[in-house]
């Protein structure tokens, strides 16, 4: 009798440990549905490299900004925890507002956030602004145009109630550290979701275009975030390497007096940084203010009177308006010869400038108009963007 084939036993499968499939993106819409706490869910991540009013520090589920000079002479700083959805905040956040991120809607207190929005494919995200006579996006004047959005008015005025009523995610502003100027304390108060953005306080053009980074990181767009700024960066950097070193380079002052005084950009100042790189000798470039310097008309006379060109005189649009509001003006030789120039080409039917609003986000387009008028030959083909010429 032949005995009965046994079949082979098969063969042991050790166990193996389960494989995380980590992201390879942020995650810019919805929530994460299945939580890991050892997954990084923040693969792209910015980095800081001209601006240095805030900070940004990663964790897997939780980032965290710091605005460092939220205001000029500030003794105070913000903290946002930013967390993804779906996801626990952090234990023992103290002071710091947590926010969940990536934002759904959004409120821009100030022009010069709309340009990021916009660079970042967000305005669909947009729902309201302070107010809506200085805009001039076109896309954003659309959705005023369409009842898309709400004006919620600024400062000590604002309106809480509006506000509340659109119940936005985030309401980005600005400060001042003056209550009848700064809207986010009532808004803070009223249960609100309120950041405060400072760029104006970077004393670079760059750094405060760098910013576009930080309302980027409330959308988890910084990867997009980080080749916009590249961009802009890398062409600011190649047009300036063009002008810095010219051997030529014209005296310049800037701005007019304002009820009796002369707001004079400090020498540290971004706009004196902005001078230097289009190749021009800022006649206050040895003053070690960030801000501006409170001159007297005869102060800036006495030393800018045989100035080259002369910009940014407030709203000026012909040098008769500049001679008929004051008589001397006509002695300051960058007005005999005609080299007046003003930063208020682009302006909207209320007056709005698109100069502090693009313009902020764009520096190079600045610095190119600036080198333009300065070294026109290094810019042929470049026609003035912001900037124009008076005439009489």
Same mark, same amino acid.
């Given at each position: 009798?032949?005995?009965?084939?046994?079949?082979?036993?098969?063969?042991?499968?050790?166990?193996?440990?389960?494989?995380?499939?980590?992201?390879?993106?942020?995650?810019?819409?919805?929530?994460?549905?299945?939580?890991?706490?050892?997954?990084?869910?923040?693969?792209?991540?910015?980095?800081?490299?001209?601006?240095?009013?805030?900070?940004?520090?990663?964790?897997?589920?939780?980032?965290?900004?710091?605005?460092?000079?939220?205001?000029?002479?500030?003794?105070?700083?913000?903290?946002?925890?930013?967390?993804?959805?779906?996801?626990?905040?952090?234990?023992?956040?103290?002071?710091?507002?947590?926010?969940?991120?990536?934002?759904?809607? %959004?409120?821009?207190?100030?022009?010069?956030?709309? =340009?990021? +929005?916009? #660079?970042? !494919? /967000?305005?669909?995200? $947009?729902?309201?602004?302070?107010?809506?006579?200085?805009?001039?996006?076109?896309?954003?004047?659309?959705?005023?145009?369409?009842?898309?959005?709400?004006?919620?008015?600024?400062?000590?005025?604002?309106?809480?109630?509006?506000?509340?009523?659109?119940?936005?995610?985030?309401?980005?502003?600005?400060? %001042?550290?003056?209550?009848?100027?700064?809207?986010? =304390?009532? +808004?803070? #108060?009223? !249960? /609100?979701?309120?950041? $405060?953005?400072?760029?104006?306080?970077?004393?670079?053009?760059?750094?405060?275009?760098?910013?576009?980074?930080?309302?980027?990181?409330?959308?988890?767009?910084?990867?997009?975030?980080?080749?916009?700024?590249?961009?802009?960066?890398?062409?600011?950097?190649?047009?300036?390497?063009?002008?810095?070193? %010219?051997?030529?380079?014209?005296?310049?002052?800037?701005?007019?007096?304002?009820?009796?005084?002369?707001?004079?950009?400090?020498?540290?100042?971004?706009?004196?940084?902005?001078?230097?790189?289009?190749?021009?000798?800022?006649?206050?470039?040895?003053?070690?203010?960030?801000?501006?310097?409170?001159?007297?008309?005869?102060?800036?006379?006495?030393?800018?009177?045989?100035?080259?060109?002369?910009?940014?005189?407030?709203?000026?649009?012909?040098?008769?308006?500049?001679?008929?509001?004051?008589?001397?003006?006509?002695?300051?030789?960058?007005?005999?010869?005609?080299?007046?120039?003003?930063?208020?080409?682009?302006?909207?039917?209320?007056?709005?400038?698109?100069?502090?609003?693009?313009?902020?986000?764009?520096?190079?387009?600045?610095?190119?108009?600036?080198?333009?008028?300065?070294?026109?030959?290094?810019?042929?083909?470049?026609?003035?963007?912001?900037?124009?010429?008076?005439?009489?």
């Amino acid at each position: 009798m032949t005995p009965t084939s046994m079949p082979e036993p098969a063969p042991t499968i050790a166990p193996t440990a389960a494989v995380l499939e980590l992201p390879e993106t942020n995650l810019t819409e919805g929530c994460v549905t299945d939580y890991d706490p050892e997954i990084d869910y923040f693969p792209e991540k910015v980095t800081i490299v001209d601006a240095v009013g805030w900070t940004i520090a990663y964790h897997n589920n939780y980032k965290v900004i710091t605005v460092l000079n939220p205001w000029r002479d500030a003794d105070v700083q913000f903290q946002y925890v930013l967390v993804q959805c779906g996801t626990p905040p952090p234990d023992n956040v103290g002071d710091a507002l947590v926010i969940e991120v990536p934002v759904q809607s %959004v409120v821009a207190m100030s022009t010069t956030q709309l =340009p990021h +929005l916009a #660079e970042l !494919g /967000l305005l669909d995200r $947009l729902v309201g602004v302070d107010s809506f006579l200085y805009i001039n996006n076109e896309a954003v004047r659309a959705k005023i145009k369409a009842g898309e959005l709400v004006e919620i008015g600024s400062g000590g005025q604002v309106n809480v109630e509006r506000a509340l009523d659109r119940q936005p995610d985030l309401i980005m502003t600005y400060g %001042v550290g003056n209550l009848e100027y700064d809207a986010h =304390p009532k +808004l803070l #108060e009223a !249960g /609100l979701k309120v950041v $405060l953005n400072s760029e104006y306080m970077e004393v670079s053009p760059l750094g405060r275009a760098e910013w576009v980074k930080f309302t980027a990181a409330f959308f988890n767009q910084e990867a997009k975030a980080m080749e916009i700024y590249d961009s802009i960066a890398g062409r600011y950097r190649e047009i300036a390497a063009l002008a810095r070193n %010219v051997a030529d380079k014209p005296t310049v002052f800037a701005n007019r007096p304002f009820q009796g005084t002369w707001y004079m950009p400090g020498g540290k100042s971004y706009v004196a940084q902005l001078l230097a790189d289009a190749g021009a000798t800022y006649l206050w470039a040895d003053d070690t203010s960030t801000g501006s310097m409170q001159l007297s008309f005869e102060a800036v006379f006495d030393r800018a009177r045989d100035a080259d060109f002369w910009l940014n005189p407030g709203n000026w649009k012909s040098l008769a308006e500049a001679a008929a509001e004051d008589e001397r003006y006509t002695q300051f030789a960058a007005y005999q010869n005609g080299n007046v120039y003003n930063n208020n080409k682009r302006l909207n039917e209320n007056g709005g400038n698109d100069y502090w609003e693009s313009g902020v986000t764009n520096p190079h387009l600045v610095l190119a108009d600036l080198i333009k008028i300065f070294h026109p030959e290094l810019l042929p083909d470049h026609e003035l963007y912001f900037y124009q010429k008076l005439e009489q």
